[in-house]
Every structure is written in C-alpha cells, then in structure tokens.
C-alpha cells in the first residue's frame, strides 16, 4: 500500500518548457488535489477532481491544465512554465462525502525550478 | 469566505517546554478543522482532527487541540516538546459550504525545538 506518490521528485525546467507532473493513489479515493506549496504561504490549490471524470479550478489555477486520467490517477500539466511557477508541488487525496470530514492524504512532493 | 489565520510563522521552545501553536479561522457554518504536520522534505501527515463533538481533541504524538467556538480558536499544545517534534505545522479547514471538497490552508508555523 504505497498511498499516493508522485513523479518525478525534482525536476529543473527553461521559461517556456512544458511537464507534466503525475500523481496516483491506491487508496480508492474519489477526490485529487494538487497544491503548490510557497515560503510563508502555506499550500494553495491549484485544482481538484470531486470525483472521477470531473475538475474545478482552486485558488491558483491560471498557468496550468489537469487530467483525472481514471480513479487512481491525477496529472498536472504546465504547458509553458515561467519563473512564478518555481515551487513544491503537492498531490493529495481523500474520501469525501457530504456531511464527512476530509481528511487529506499527501505525496511526498515534486520541487520544481524554473530558470 | 473560510480563512484560517496562524499566529507566529515561527515558535521556539526548549526540549520538555510546554508547545502551544496558534489557529483562528473564521466559517459561516460550523467547520471541520484539521492540524497537519511536515517534516523536511517530507508531504503532510495529519496529526489530529475536530469535527463534531468532543472539543477537546487527542492526536498523535501526544498532541491535542481544542475547539473554541466562542473564540474561533483551535490552538494545538503538547505537554512536553521533544527534539523529533521540530516540524512545520498547518492548521486547516474543510470548506463545508463547498461540500468539504476544498480544504484551506494556514501559512504554517515552524517550530524549534531546543535541547
């Protein structure tokens, strides 16, 4: 039972490359995030899948496109990166229901730099 | 809106000193609050969790937080701070009034631990 992981772990990038970050969960969770983490910021969210087959965009979603690939497995793609997008990237996941708390499971994170 | 305010970006106290992290935060309808904690280099565990009943809430490693509806606290403390306790520490709410699907985020409060 991994949990969710992500890959790749570090990853350096030029202004205008694109990447696709991947995260996959083994947990049979409905709902994904992804979060960007910033000094003194704590994490913000870029977008969310609710459950399989649908996503929404968080607090930060402008730079960035997601794909809910299946159940297990939740992608995050920047498609020209610039220097802003210099971050640690967090996928997360949790089982939520209506009126159920939503406790969230993380992955070990992806630190990517943005020259 | 929900929001979730964490006093001090960082905390020092010495090995065996009482640990006490500060959370307000602010909901139109009751919350679901959370602590997390990350270790260097590491994702985000969940430590303890409130969300109906007891307010006085029991987590891992000794910690607890109490939920004080009066004063939209939910402060985190632990007895006795040990060396492995050095960490950084989210407070968080469930937005409830998105059907818990969004969670926020405080900035983190960094905590020392001195031997």
């Known amino acids: 039972n991994a949990g969710v992981t992500q890959t790749p772990k570090f990853q350096v990038l030029k202004t205008g490359q694109s990447m696709t970050l991947q995260c996959a969960q083994d947990?049979?969770?409905?709902?994904m995030y992804w979060y960007r983490q910033d000094p003194g910021m704590g994490l913000r969210l870029i977008y969310y899948?609710?459950?399989?087959?649908?996503?929404d965009k968080g607090e930060v979603p402008n730079g960035y496109n997601v794909s809910r690939l299946n159940k297990r497995e939740f992608s995050l793609r920047l498609e020209s990166a610039a220097p802003s997008q210099t971050s640690v990237y967090f996928c997360?996941?949790?089982?939520?229901?209506?009126?159920?708390?939503?406790?969230?499971?993380f992955g070990p994170g992806t630190r990517l730099t943005v020259l | 809106a929900q929001s979730v305010t964490q006093l001090g970006s960082h905390v020092s106290v010495s090995e065996g000193a009482l640990v006490l992290l500060r959370c307000n935060y602010s909901?139109?309808?009751?919350?679901?609050l959370f602590w997390y904690v990350q270790y260097p280099n590491q994702g985000l565990q969940l430590l303890l969790k409130?969300?109906?009943?007891?307010?006085l809430v029991k987590g891992i490693n000794g910690f607890e937080a109490e939920f004080k509806k009066s004063e939209t606290s939910f402060h985190l403390t632990k007895p006795s701070a040990h060396m492995s306790d050095a960490a950084e520490y989210f407070c968080?709410?469930?937005?409830?009034?998105?059907?818990?699907?969004?969670?926020?985020f405080g900035a983190g409060t960094r905590l020392f631990v001195k031997a």
């Open positions: 899948s609710a459950s399989e087959g649908t996503t």
């Open positions: 409130y969300t109906t009943g007891a307010t």
């Open positions: 947990m049979n969770h409905n709902s």
């Open positions: 997360a996941s949790s089982e939520v229901q209506r009126a159920r708390f939503n406790e969230q499971f």
């Open positions: 968080a709410v469930s937005d409830r009034e998105t059907g818990g699907f969004k969670t926020i």
């Open positions: 909901s139109s309808v009751p919350p679901y």
